[in-house]
Protein backbone atom coordinates (compact mmCIF):
# COMPACT_ATOMS: atom_id res chain seq x y z
CA UNK A 1 0.00 0.00 0.00
CA UNK A 2 1.64 3.33 -1.37
CA UNK A 3 -0.31 5.92 0.66
CA UNK A 4 0.24 9.55 -0.12
CA UNK A 5 2.87 10.07 -2.86
CA UNK A 6 4.40 13.45 -3.62
CA UNK A 7 6.33 14.26 -7.27
CA UNK A 8 8.71 15.81 -7.18
CA UNK A 9 10.76 14.79 -4.26
CA UNK A 10 12.66 18.29 -5.08
CA UNK A 11 12.54 21.01 -7.82
CA UNK A 12 14.12 24.44 -8.07
CA UNK A 13 12.24 27.23 -10.04
CA UNK A 14 13.19 30.63 -11.26
CA UNK A 15 11.04 34.02 -9.58
CA UNK A 16 7.88 33.92 -12.14
CA UNK A 17 7.88 30.47 -13.50
CA UNK A 18 4.46 28.19 -12.80
CA UNK A 19 4.85 24.79 -11.74
CA UNK A 20 2.39 21.94 -10.58
CA UNK A 21 2.95 19.46 -7.30
CA UNK A 22 1.42 16.20 -7.85
CA UNK A 23 -0.23 14.20 -4.63
CA UNK A 24 -1.80 11.10 -4.94
CA UNK A 25 -3.73 8.75 -2.44
CA UNK A 26 -4.67 4.67 -2.25
CA UNK A 27 -6.44 5.10 0.64
CA UNK A 28 -9.58 6.38 -0.84
CA UNK A 29 -9.62 8.97 1.80
CA UNK A 30 -12.12 11.71 1.10
CA UNK A 31 -10.19 14.66 3.10
CA UNK A 32 -7.10 15.38 1.28
CA UNK A 33 -4.47 18.64 2.61
CA UNK A 34 -1.29 20.68 1.41
CA UNK A 35 0.65 21.82 4.18
CA UNK A 36 3.94 24.45 4.14
CA UNK A 37 6.89 23.66 6.19
CA UNK A 38 9.29 26.40 6.69
CA UNK A 39 11.85 25.68 10.09
CA UNK A 40 11.17 26.80 12.90
CA UNK A 41 7.78 27.54 11.80
CA UNK A 42 5.82 24.44 11.98
CA UNK A 43 3.10 23.36 9.35
CA UNK A 44 0.66 25.98 7.41
CA UNK A 45 -2.58 24.66 5.89
CA UNK A 46 -2.72 26.20 2.88
CA UNK A 47 -5.50 24.39 0.60
CA UNK A 48 -8.17 21.39 1.58
CA UNK A 49 -10.21 19.12 0.14
CA UNK A 50 -13.08 16.98 1.51
CA UNK A 51 -14.28 14.99 -1.61
CA UNK A 52 -14.03 15.51 -5.43
CA UNK A 53 -14.62 18.72 -6.65
CA UNK A 54 -14.91 20.80 -3.24
CA UNK A 55 -11.82 22.76 -2.19
CA UNK A 56 -11.07 25.67 0.24
CA UNK A 57 -8.53 28.05 1.49
CA UNK A 58 -6.13 27.17 4.28
CA UNK A 59 -4.36 29.76 6.61
CA UNK A 60 -1.75 30.80 3.77
CA UNK A 61 -3.79 30.41 0.07
CA UNK A 62 -2.26 33.55 -1.71
CA UNK A 63 -0.24 32.10 -4.58
CA UNK A 64 -1.26 28.85 -4.85
CA UNK A 65 -4.21 26.67 -6.73
CA UNK A 66 -5.70 23.75 -6.30
CA UNK A 67 -8.42 21.17 -7.71
CA UNK A 68 -9.69 17.77 -7.03
CA UNK A 69 -11.35 16.20 -9.53
CA UNK A 70 -10.88 12.45 -8.76
CA UNK A 71 -10.75 11.02 -4.98
CA UNK A 72 -7.21 10.10 -5.67
CA UNK A 73 -5.37 13.07 -6.75
CA UNK A 74 -4.90 16.69 -5.25
CA UNK A 75 -1.89 19.13 -7.15
CA UNK A 76 -1.04 22.25 -6.06
CA UNK A 77 -0.57 24.38 -8.91
CA UNK A 78 2.39 27.37 -8.37
CA UNK A 79 1.50 29.90 -10.76
CA UNK A 80 4.10 32.83 -10.43
CA UNK A 81 7.04 31.44 -8.36
CA UNK A 82 8.23 33.72 -5.45
CA UNK A 83 11.23 33.26 -3.33
CA UNK A 84 8.43 33.59 -0.13
CA UNK A 85 7.73 30.03 -1.80
CA UNK A 86 10.63 28.43 -0.94
CA UNK A 87 9.48 25.72 1.23
CA UNK A 88 8.83 21.56 1.97
CA UNK A 89 5.80 20.87 0.70
CA UNK A 90 3.45 18.12 2.20
CA UNK A 91 0.66 16.82 1.03
CA UNK A 92 -1.98 14.21 3.68
CA UNK A 93 -4.99 12.43 3.42
CA UNK A 94 -7.61 11.42 5.90
CA UNK A 95 -10.85 9.47 5.96
CA UNK A 96 -12.90 12.06 7.40
CA UNK A 97 -15.41 11.16 9.52
CA UNK A 98 -18.67 12.70 11.45
CA UNK A 99 -17.95 12.20 15.04
CA UNK A 100 -13.88 12.59 15.50
CA UNK A 101 -11.19 14.38 13.00
CA UNK A 102 -9.04 11.29 11.50
CA UNK A 103 -5.74 11.53 11.57
CA UNK A 104 -3.56 12.79 8.89
CA UNK A 105 -1.40 10.37 6.74
CA UNK A 106 1.17 12.36 5.13
CA UNK A 107 3.63 12.24 2.25
CA UNK A 108 7.03 12.21 2.07
CA UNK A 109 7.21 16.13 0.67
CA UNK A 110 8.47 18.30 -1.73
CA UNK A 111 11.31 20.38 -1.22
CA UNK A 112 11.43 23.49 -3.18
CA UNK A 113 13.28 26.38 -4.04
CA UNK A 114 12.57 29.25 -5.80
CA UNK A 115 15.71 31.91 -6.67
CA UNK B 1 -8.83 30.57 16.34
CA UNK B 2 -6.45 28.05 18.18
CA UNK B 3 -2.60 28.50 18.67
CA UNK B 4 -0.08 26.05 19.53
CA UNK B 5 2.50 26.75 21.15
CA UNK B 6 5.74 24.23 21.83
CA UNK B 7 7.90 25.96 24.65
CA UNK B 8 11.15 24.08 23.41
CA UNK B 9 12.67 24.83 20.03
CA UNK B 10 15.52 21.95 21.06
CA UNK B 11 15.78 19.09 23.75
CA UNK B 12 19.16 17.18 23.78
CA UNK B 13 19.34 14.58 26.12
CA UNK B 14 21.22 11.38 26.69
CA UNK B 15 19.83 7.94 25.86
CA UNK B 16 18.01 5.83 28.72
CA UNK B 17 17.39 9.50 30.14
CA UNK B 18 13.56 10.59 30.78
CA UNK B 19 12.55 13.69 28.85
CA UNK B 20 9.22 15.55 28.08
CA UNK B 21 8.29 17.73 25.57
CA UNK B 22 6.12 20.72 26.30
CA UNK B 23 2.75 21.84 24.50
CA UNK B 24 0.39 24.42 25.35
CA UNK B 25 -2.69 25.24 23.50
CA UNK B 26 -5.53 28.12 23.35
CA UNK B 27 -8.75 27.22 22.04
CA UNK B 28 -12.26 28.36 23.63
CA UNK B 29 -13.64 25.07 22.75
CA UNK B 30 -13.53 21.37 22.63
CA UNK B 31 -10.52 20.31 21.09
CA UNK B 32 -8.74 17.23 19.62
CA UNK B 33 -4.80 16.71 20.29
CA UNK B 34 -2.12 14.97 18.61
CA UNK B 35 0.87 14.32 18.52
CA UNK B 36 3.24 14.02 15.43
CA UNK B 37 6.64 12.83 14.87
CA UNK B 38 9.11 13.46 11.54
CA UNK B 39 12.56 11.91 10.72
CA UNK B 40 14.82 13.51 8.88
CA UNK B 41 13.63 13.90 4.95
CA UNK B 42 10.44 12.09 5.77
CA UNK B 43 6.69 13.02 6.21
CA UNK B 44 5.05 13.42 9.69
CA UNK B 45 3.41 10.31 11.35
CA UNK B 46 0.93 10.18 14.44
CA UNK B 47 2.81 8.99 17.71
CA UNK B 48 -0.78 9.57 19.69
CA UNK B 49 -4.19 11.35 19.73
CA UNK B 50 -6.32 12.45 22.18
CA UNK B 51 -9.93 12.73 21.05
CA UNK B 52 -12.01 11.79 24.38
CA UNK B 53 -12.15 9.40 27.36
CA UNK B 54 -8.96 9.12 29.60
CA UNK B 55 -6.55 11.88 30.03
CA UNK B 56 -3.49 10.09 29.60
CA UNK B 57 -3.08 8.61 26.01
CA UNK B 58 -0.22 5.74 24.81
CA UNK B 59 1.44 6.09 21.75
CA UNK B 60 3.84 4.27 19.39
CA UNK B 61 7.48 3.66 20.41
CA UNK B 62 6.15 3.90 24.14
CA UNK B 63 5.52 7.51 24.46
CA UNK B 64 2.47 9.07 26.04
CA UNK B 65 1.00 12.46 26.61
CA UNK B 66 -1.61 13.76 29.36
CA UNK B 67 -4.80 16.08 27.99
CA UNK B 68 -4.86 18.55 31.46
CA UNK B 69 -8.07 20.60 30.39
CA UNK B 70 -7.17 23.48 33.20
CA UNK B 71 -3.69 24.02 32.33
CA UNK B 72 -4.46 23.87 28.37
CA UNK B 73 -1.58 21.36 28.22
CA UNK B 74 -0.99 18.27 26.39
CA UNK B 75 3.13 17.19 27.26
CA UNK B 76 4.78 14.27 25.61
CA UNK B 77 6.92 11.83 27.78
CA UNK B 78 8.74 8.54 27.09
CA UNK B 79 10.78 6.98 30.21
CA UNK B 80 14.13 6.46 28.56
CA UNK B 81 14.74 7.38 25.14
CA UNK B 82 16.89 5.89 22.12
CA UNK B 83 18.74 6.94 19.75
CA UNK B 84 16.25 5.93 17.26
CA UNK B 85 14.09 8.94 18.97
CA UNK B 86 16.09 11.17 17.31
CA UNK B 87 13.81 13.17 14.97
CA UNK B 88 11.43 16.50 15.14
CA UNK B 89 8.15 16.37 16.93
CA UNK B 90 4.59 18.08 16.38
CA UNK B 91 2.27 19.01 18.67
CA UNK B 92 -1.39 19.53 16.93
CA UNK B 93 -4.82 20.99 17.70
CA UNK B 94 -8.12 20.54 15.89
CA UNK B 95 -10.78 22.02 17.11
CA UNK B 96 -14.87 21.94 16.24
CA UNK B 97 -17.82 20.06 16.57
CA UNK B 98 -17.27 16.63 15.65
CA UNK B 99 -16.65 16.49 12.05
CA UNK B 100 -16.74 20.21 11.11
CA UNK B 101 -13.13 20.88 11.61
CA UNK B 102 -12.65 18.28 8.68
CA UNK B 103 -9.74 17.45 9.93
CA UNK B 104 -7.72 20.71 9.76
CA UNK B 105 -4.76 20.74 12.51
CA UNK B 106 -3.24 23.56 13.97
CA UNK B 107 1.04 22.82 14.62
CA UNK B 108 3.12 24.04 17.38
CA UNK B 109 6.50 25.49 16.02
CA UNK B 110 7.96 22.24 16.40
CA UNK B 111 10.66 20.42 18.77
CA UNK B 112 13.63 19.04 17.79
CA UNK B 113 14.79 15.88 20.12
CA UNK B 114 18.06 14.93 19.73
CA UNK B 115 19.33 11.64 21.68
CA UNK B 116 23.48 11.32 22.69
CA UNK B 117 24.87 8.29 23.19
Known amino acids: NAGVTQTPKFRILKIGQSMTLQCTQD?????MYWYRQDPGMGLKLIYY???????DKGEVPNGYNVSRSTTEDFPLRLELAAPSQTSVYFC??????????????FGNGTRLTVT | AQSVTQLDSQVPVFEEAPVELRCNYS??????LFWYVQYPNQGLQLLLK??????LVKGINGFEAEFNKSQTSFHLRKPSVHISDTAEYFC???????????????FGQGTILTVHP
Open chain 1, 92 to 105: ASSEGTSIFPSPLH
Open chain 1, 27 to 31: MNHNY
Open chain 1, 49 to 55: SVGAGIT
Open chain 2, 27 to 32: SSVSVY
Open chain 2, 50 to 55: YLSGST
Open chain 2, 92 to 106: AVSVGLGGTSYGKLT
